[in-house]
């Protein structure tokens, strides 16, 4: 069975601290997406992996992709209240994607 | 650029009525479309896999009947819920592939359409 599990599903963390989301899926694939939503809103694009130990950032995020162990990562540096939304990552593959089951995040200032 | 769009953004119907959601790739071509559904604070879920010109691939519990799909142009594709209910309330995101792109399988996200059955 495809699924693709996030931890944590909660996170409430301070600005300025750093923490990882992560997300192991069940079947190998070589592409891995990450995604922000936000309140009421669709899906906005972070992050494309495709292959084993891509590693890509932008500002405060970086995420990377391990197909070895089916697990990619989404690092937070440093983290500001503007980042708070709920984070999805999704397994690709023959076109479908499974997504994860999300992690809602809350920077407190 | 991969742009996409859905109409309505926002619908209230009454139980029993049809209601029809389009989505648009606005500069490319998209031979495969898909039509997630988003339940408040849960994850996406694929209903179907809408294909230019053939039958729509519906997920395992998708009742066909009930959401039609129709993708009769490369730029078109719509979602029909018929005899909506108010468990058909939720929030409705279609995605399509730009095949042009690089990252080929790569799917990019319309606004959403977030319906309302009273």
């Known amino acids: 069975e495809l699924k693709v599990e996030q931890n944590p599903l909660f996170l409430s963390m301070q600005e300025g601290k750093n923490y990882t989301i992560y997300c192991n899926y069940s079947?190998?694939?070589?592409?891995l997406y990450w995604y922000r939503q936000d309140p009421g809103k669709s899906l906005e694009s972070l992050f494309v992996?495709?292959?084993?130990?891509a590693v890509k950032q932008e500002g405060r995020l970086m995420a990377s992709l391990d197909t070895k162990a089916r697990l990619s990562t989404l690092h937070i540096t440093a983290a500001v209240h503007d980042l708070s939304a709920t984070y999805f990552c999704?397994?690709?593959?023959?076109?479908?994607?499974?997504f994860g089951t999300g992690t809602r995040l809350k920077v407190l200032a | 650029g991969a742009v996409v769009s859905q109409h309505p953004s926002r619908v209230i119907c009454k139980s029993g009525t049809s209601v029809k959601i389009e989505c648009r790739s606005l500069?490319?071509?998209?031979?495969?479309m898909f039509w997630y559904r988003q339940f408040p604070k849960q994850s996406l879920m694929l209903m179907a896999t809408?294909?230019?010109?053939?039958?729509?691939?519906?997920e395992q519990g998708v009742e066909k009947d009930k959401f039609l799909i129709n993708h009769a142009s490369l730029t078109l594709s719509t979602l029909t819920v018929t005899s909506a209910h108010p468990e058909d309330s939720s929030f409705y995101i279609c995605?399509?592939?730009?095949?042009?792109?690089?990252?080929?399988?790569?799917?990019?996200f319309g606004p959403g359409t977030r319906l309302l059955v009273l």
């Open positions: 500069d490319f071509q998209a031979t495969t």
């Open positions: 079947t190998t694939s070589d592409r």
């Open positions: 809408s294909n230019e010109g053939s039958k729509a691939t519906y």
């Open positions: 992996l495709l292959s084993n130990g």
């Open positions: 999704a397994r690709g593959g023959t076109y479908k994607y499974i």
């Open positions: 995605s399509a592939i730009n095949p042009g792109l690089a990252g080929k399988e790569t799917q990019y």
